[in-house]
Antibody
Framework: EVQLVESGGGLVQPGRSLRLSCTASGFTFGDYAMSWVRQAPGKGLEWVALIRSKFYGGTTEYAASVKGRFTISRDDSKSIVYLQMNSLKTEDTAVYYC???????????????WGQGTLVTVSS | DIQMTQSPSSLSASVGDRVTITCRASQDIANYLAWYQQRPGKVPKLLIYAASSLQSGVPSRFSGSGSGTDFTLTISSLQPDDVATYYCQKFNRAPWTFGQGTKVEIK
């Protein structure tokens, strides 16, 4: 059974940093892209960041709203993907979901599994 | 960046009705589009990938169509369990942008 379990959320002051972790199980972690999606209270979904599998270069992509402040990384030996969030702003307050990206030659990428999410609250 | 626009933003329909939600991309994204269902208080769930492929375990009343810039999610016979917000997401290249969501309610 595929499981994605996020941790590391909490209350943090504006300007500070926080690191989220997502521990995966039930699949060969290194074969998949991983991404983070967030949802502010009462709002829609916002894609945040992506890290491709090592097979596809392990390259990363970011939403414009977080580029330069957030860093996604992965440790395939531990089946964990991280999101380092620096210079946090009040508008970064959201539930952060870890997601698995599946790639197919005919289908391209799509996200097929989501974690339960972890709440990040940025407030003084 | 490519923008994804869903319409309508909300709708109310009766049980058994056919419901159609549209997602429009500002540029051609081929068939690199997925649809998700998010029930109130729950985690999003994949319904459709590659514009028209039904995810395993999803009821057959859900279907997707379209290519290029215009896409549709159809619920052939709306059920009470379908009350949710539905999102499209593009995957042709990063950023993997979502539509703003369509909230579906029962009349």
């Amino acid at each position: 059974e595929v499981q994605l379990v996020e941790s590391g959320g909490g209350l943090v002051q504006p300007g500070r940093s926080l690191r989220l972790s997502c521990t995966a199980s039930g699949f060969t972690f290194g074969d998949y892209a991983m991404s983070w999606v967030r949802q502010a209270p009462g709002k829609g979904l916002e894609w945040v960041a992506l890290i491709r599998s090592k097979f596809y270069g392990g390259t990363t992509e970011y939403a414009a709203s977080v580029k330069g402040r957030f860093t996604i990384s992965r440790d395939d030996s531990k089946s964990i993907v991280y999101l380092q969030m620096n210079s946090l702003k009040t508008e970064d307050t959201a539930v952060y979901y870890c997601t698995r990206g599946l790639y197919g030659l005919l289908t391209g990428y799509y996200v097929d599994y989501w974690g339960q999410g972890t709440l990040v609250t940025v407030s003084s | 960046d490519i923008q994804m626009t869903q319409s309508p933003s909300s709708l109310s329909a009766s049980v058994g009705d056919r419901v159609t939600i549209t997602c429009r991309a500002s540029q051609d994204i081929a068939n690199y589009l997925a649809w998700y269902q998010q029930r109130p208080g729950k985690v999003p769930k994949l319904l459709i990938y590659a514009a028209s492929s039904l995810q395993s375990g999803v009821p057959s009343r859900f279907s997707g169509s379209g290519s290029g810039t215009d896409f549709t999610l159809t619920i052939s016979s709306l059920q009470p369990d379908d009350v949710a917000t539905y999102y499209c997401q593009k995957f042709n290249r990063a950023p993997w942008t979502f539509g703003q969501g369509t909230k579906v309610e029962i009349k």
